[in-house]
C-alpha cells in the first residue's frame, strides 16, 4: 500500500502602472517619483487630474491604454490539499484519492477612475470645412482638417468616469476625488475532486481500466459582499417585458443576501471511464493491439477575471462607468477643456434602476440559474500492428463531444420582423413613404427634414435626410436604424424618445429597453471533433529513427467553434442552425520527425579504424529534420452591415447561395 499526501501553496503578483502613476505603492498616493514628470503634465479639475484623448494622435502625447486602464494589479494565491492511495489485489491495481482547492484573486484596475476627456465635436459639428469652401479639398482631408480644429481649440465630444462601490455595508458610488483610484474586487471560490479506479489485468494478454471521478467546482464569492445579480436571477433580465425593470441586489458571502449566490450550486458532476488493452491472439502472437476507451471529463470554471466581473463584479448600478461608453456626459458645460468640471455628475444609483428614458447606453449580463459545468466525452480506438524491420503501424478514431458549453446569450436583439419595421424599412429605402415613421417622427423637427407631418414632411423622408440616419438606410443597416430609434436622445432628449412619441411600446424594439444589450450566460454550446489519425513508428535501429502522423479531422462548434466554451455572443433564436467550421479547425494535417546518426567513428562504415581522436571528434553525430503541412483555416465571412444586430460586429451573413468550389483554391500563375 502506498500513500501519497500532497500540498501546494503558489501565489502570483502582477503590478502595472501607467506612466503618470510609476512608482506608486499604495492607492492613497497621486503618484510616484518616477512618475513625477508625467503626472505633472496632467491637465486638472478641481485636483482630479484627467487624460486627454486627441482624435488624430490619441496614443502620441500619453498612452491610455485600453478600457480596462493602463495601471492594474492582482494577487492570487492558489492552495491545494491531496491524497492518493494506491494498492494491488491479486490481478487488480486500484487507486483512490481526491484534491481540495482553495483560488483567490484580489485584482484592480483603473479603468476610467482616472477621467478621460476624448476630444472630438462635442454637441456640434464643424461646419463650412468642405469642397465647396476650399476648392480641391478631398474627402479624407475635409475629416482631418475637421479633427485638427476640434483638438486645436479643445473640444470635448465626451468624458468618461468611473465610480464604485467599495463594501457591501457602504452603498454610496466614491471616485477619485474620494480617494477610490481603482475599481477592486476579490473573488473567491472552493473546488474538491476525488476518484476511484481499477486496472484489471483479466488474462496476460488483456487489461481493462475502469474507474470514476467527481468535481465539484463552488460559486465564486466576492469577499466584500460586492457580487450583484438581478432580482429574480435570469429572469430578472429581461426587465419590464417580464413585469418590472430591472434591479441589481448584492448576493453571496459577507453581501445583504447570503443565502443567494450568482447561479445555483451543480452537484452532479459525475464522470466515468472504461478502457481496454488486448493483445489479439490472430495474425501472430503480440502482433496486433487494440486499444479502445471511453471517458467524460468536466473542463472546470473559468469564471475568473474579465468574465466574472462582467457578469457580477460590475455590472450596472454596482459600479458606474466601467467602459469608455458606460457613464458619460455630454451637456454643455462639459464640451470643453477651458470649463470642464471633476467629477461629472452620477449617471444612477447604487442598486437602483435604471431609468427607460435614460441613456440606454449600458450593457446588462447575468448567468443562468442553473448554470452548469460543461462536460467532454472522449472517444477512442486504435490498432496498431508490429511490422517487420523495428517498424510499427497505427490506425484510430479519436473524437470528442462537448457538452453544456458556457456561452454568452444576446437577449437584447432588436426586433424588426414582428412590429412591422422591416416593412416600413424596405418602403423608406425604396424612396417610399411607411406610416410607422410618420407616427414615430410626427410633430418632431428633424435637422435637415423639418417638422414631420406626414405629408409635406413625411417621417421616411426625414430619415432619408436627417445625417444621423441617411446612412443607415442608404446600405441597408436596418439593425443600426432601429437601435438608433431605440436609443438615441437626439431631438427629443430622451433615450426612447422617437418610440414614446409615437404612442409605441417601451418593448417595441427590443426586450430590455433600459440597456443597449443584455447577455445570459448559460450552457447552450456543443461541439464535436471527429477524426482519423494514422501514425508510422520507426524505432531506433541502425542509427535511424522516424515517426510520422497524418490526421484527417473535422471540428464543428457554435458559429466558428467555441469547443472550450468561450464567452461569445450569438444568436438565441438560431442556435440550432449557427453551427460552423471552428476556426482552429484543419481538414488534414500531416508531421514527421526523425534522426540518423551518420556511420562515422568506432564500429561503423567510415573512420573506424581512425585515430582515436579522430573517432572522438567524429562518433555520434546525428542529423535530424522535422516537417509539419496542415490544410488552411476555414474561410470566415462577415457581414459589412448590421441587419438583425445592432452593430455590424455581432452581424453574420445570410447565405443566398452555394459559394463556388473553387474558392480557396491559389491560382498558378505562370513564371517569367
Not at 476648392?135 to 481649440?153: C, E, F, H, W
Not at 404612442?503 to 427590443?510: A, D, I, M, P, Q
Not at 531506433?540 to 484527417?552: A, D, I, P, R
Not at 457581414?639 to 463556388?660: D, K
Request: proline share 6%.
Amino acid at each position: 500500500v502506498v500513500n501519497e499526501l500532497r500540498v501546494g501553496y503558489k501565489r502570483t503578483k502582477q503590478y502595472a502602472w501607467g506612466p503618470m502613476f510609476a512608482g506608486r505603492h499604495s492607492e492613497s498616493e497621486e503618484t510616484g517619483p518616477k512618475g513625477q514628470e508625467s503626472y505633472n503634465l496632467l491637465p486638472k479639475s478641481n485636483g482630479v487630474p484627467f487624460g486627454v484623448v486627441t482624435t488624430l494622435f490619441p496614443n502620441n502625447f500619453m498612452f491610455w491604454a485600453s478600457a480596462d486602464g493602463a495601471t492594474r494589479e492582482h494577487t492570487s494565491p492558489l492552495e491545494t490539499y491531496g491524497d492518493t492511495i494506491s494498492f494491488t489485489k491479486g490481478v487488480h491495481a486500484f487507486k483512490m484519492g481526491g484534491e481540495f482547492r482553495t483560488a483567490r484573486s484580489n485584482a484592480a484596475n483603473d479603468s476610467n477612475f482616472f477621467p478621460l476627456a476624448t476630444l472630438g465635436a462635442g454637441g456640434a459639428a464643424v461646419q463650412g470645412i468642405d469642397n465647396a469652401a476650399i476648392p480641391g479639398l478631398s474627402a479624407n482631408n475635409q475629416t482631418l482638417a475637421r479633427n485638427l480644429l476640434t483638438d486645436l481649440s479643445g473640444s470635448i465630444n465626451r468624458i468618461a468616469e468611473a465610480f464604485d462601490l467599495r463594501t457591501s455595508k457602504d452603498l454610496v458610488f466614491r471616485g477619485y476625488a474620494d480617494g477610490v483610484k481603482f475599481r477592486r474586487r476579490d473573488h473567491r471560490n472552493k473546488e474538491f475532486a476525488t476518484f476511484f479506479k481499477d486496472d484489471w489485468k483479466i488474462r496476460p494478454s488483456l487489461t481493462l481500466n475502469l474507474g470514476v471521478h467527481y468535481e465539484y467546482y463552488g460559486v465564486p464569492w466576492e469577499a466584500n459582499g460586492l457580487f450583484g445579480r438581478t432580482v429574480g436571477g435570469e429572469k430578472g433580465l429581461c426587465g419590464i417585458s417580464c413585469g418590472a425593470p430591472t434591479v441589481v441586489e448584492l448576493v453571496g458571502k459577507n453581501s445583504p443576501n447570503p443565502d443567494k449566490q450568482i447561479w445555483n450550486d451543480d452537484w452532479n458532476n459525475f464522470a466515468p471511464s472504461v478502457g481496454l488493452s488486448w493483445s489479439l491472439p490472430w495474425f501472430e502472437k503480440d502482433k496486433t493491439v487494440l486499444r479502445a476507451g471511453y471517458g467524460l471529463t468536466y473542463p472546470g470554471n473559468p469564471m475568473y477575471g474579465t468574465p466574472i466581473r462582467d457578469v457580477a463584479g460590475s455590472i450596472p448600478t454596482v459600479q458606474e462607468g466601467s467602459t469608455n461608453t458606460g457613464i458619460f456626459h455630454t451637456q454643455a458645460a462639459y464640451l470643453s477643456l477651458a470649463n470642464i468640471s471633476l467629477p461629472i455628475p452620477h449617471q444612477f444609483a447604487p442598486l437602483q434602476p435604471i431609468p427607460l428614458d435614460g441613456q440606454r447606453g449600458d450593457v446588462m449580463q447575468g448567468a443562468a440559474d442553473n448554470r452548469v459545468s460543461p462536460y467532454v466525452q472522449n472517444f477512442n480506438f486504435e490498432i496498431q500492428r508490429a511490422l517487420p524491420g523495428d517498424m510499427s503501424l497505427s490506425v484510430a478514431y479519436v473524437g470528442t463531444k462537448g457538452t453544456k458549453l458556457w456561452n454568452a446569450l444576446p437577449i437584447n436583439g432588436v426586433n424588426i420582423s414582428s412590429n412591422g419595421f422591416l416593412d416600413a424599412f424596405n418602403t423608406t429605402r425604396a424612396g417610399g413613404n411607411a406610416p410607422l415613421f410618420d407616427q414615430m417622427l410626427r410633430g418632431l423637427n428633424i435637422p435637415g427634414a423639418g417638422v414631420v407631418n406626414g405629408t409635406t414632411v413625411t417621417g421616411s423622408a426625414a430619415l432619408r435626410a436627417y445625417t444621423s440616419t441617411r446612412a443607415f438606410i442608404a446600405n441597408g443597416s436596418i439593425g443600426e436604424l432601429a437601435d438608433f430609434l431605440n436609443r438615441s436622445v437626439n431631438v427629443t432628449g430622451k433615450g426612447g424618445g422617437f418610440v414614446r412619441n409615437g404612442g409605441l411600446s417601451e418593448t417595441f424594439f427590443v426586450l430590455n429597453p433600459q440597456f443597449s444589450q443584455v447577455f445570459l450566460h448559460a450552457n447552450p454550446s456543443s461541439s464535436t471533433y471527429h477524426s482519423l489519425q494514422m501514425q508510422f513508428t520507426k524505432r531506433l535501429s541502425k542509427g535511424f529513427t522516424n515517426q510520422s502522423t497524418y490526421t484527417w479531422s473535422r471540428t464543428l462548434g457554435l458559429n466558428g467553434g467555441e469547443a472550450a466554451g468561450a464567452v461569445t455572443p450569438r444568436d438565441p433564436r438560431n442556435l440550432a442552425l449557427d453551427h460552423a467550421l471552428a476556426s482552429f479547425h484543419r481538414t488534414h494535417a500531416f508531421t514527421s520527425n526523425g534522426t540518423y546518426e551518420l556511420p562515422f567513428g568506432p564500429n561503423r562504415s567510415f573512420l573506424s579504424n581512425a585515430p582515436a581522436v579522430v573517432q572522438r571528434l567524429v562518433e555520434r553525430w546525428q542529423f535530424g529534420g522535422v516537417f509539419s503541412w496542415t490544410s488552411g483555416a476555414p474561410l470566415n465571412i462577415a457581414a459589412p452591415i448590421s441587419t438583425i444586430w445592432q452593430t455590424t460586429t455581432s452581424s453574420t451573413p445570410n447565405i443566398v447561395e452555394s459559394f463556388p468550389r473553387t474558392w480557396g483554391k491559389s491560382p498558378r500563375w505562370p513564371m517569367a
